[in-house]
């Protein structure tokens, strides 16, 4: 009875090494593919000294996944902390756009009124009515579009890949202060460097 007991004790352990040896090729192969898609996030940045930091962190994050997968341990703080936050994710792109502002009718009664004014000076009898309504309407449009173009501003947008592979966008009215390759977590409607 006693030596069935310690080959079934045997047996388990063995089969508890394997069980361990299989989790830790997987962790490598899951730590490589994870340094190849943020080395590909990290080469689409234009900016060397941006690239060459995005570089340095996947390669220092790269190098604690597979000291944690050789180790045959779990990083169990690092597990622990994704399965807590949900809302945490990499940037994968951040871009910024031009966005015309909004006119008012200040813009295009000015510019109508001067449009009609300057459609006034052309022509005599009723060529010069015709060029009067066509300098206002020619003029009201190029009010509101000048208005626009003065009330212009940059926009930027953050694109996020969450641990759990949702994507999402938001939109900032300033300089974030995020690049490619950022750790974030979600701040009610916005997100936050982690």
């Known amino acids: ?9 045997l047996v388990l352990a063995l089969g508890s090494v394997t069980d361990s040896a299989q989790a830790s ?25 941006q690239r060459m930091k995005c570089l340095r962190a996947a390669k220092a994050e790269n190098n604690r996944a597979l000291a944690a997968a050789r180790g045959g341990e779990r990083d169990d703080r690092r597990n622990d ?10 940037v994968t792109a951040v871009r910024s756009a031009r ?7 200040l813009g295009v009664v000015g510019g109508g009124a001067v449009g009609g004014l300057l459609g006034n000076q052309v022509g005599s009898g009723s060529g010069r009515t ?39 966008s938001f939109r900032f009215n300033n300089q974030p202060g995020m690049q490619r390759g950022d750790r974030v977590r979600n701040a009610g409607n916005s997100i936050r460097r982690s």
């Open 25 to 49: 090729s997987a962790q490598l192969r899951a730590a490589d593919t994870q340094y190849a898609q943020d080395r590909e996030i990290c080469n689409d940045e234009r900016n060397d000294g």
């Open 99 to 105: 966005q015309n502002g909004q006119a008012n009718a």
């Open 81 to 90: 902390a994704r399965a807590v936050c949900r809302d945490c994710g990499k």
């Open 130 to 168: 015709v060029a009067t309504v066509a300098g206002a309407i020619g003029g009201a449009y190029a009010g509101k579009k000048i208005q626009e173009r003065a009330n212009a501003r940059t926009v930027w947008t953050v694109d996020v890949q969450y641990d759990n592979g949702q994507r999402r």
């Open 1 to 9: 009875m006693m030596k069935l007991n310690l080959t079934l004790a």
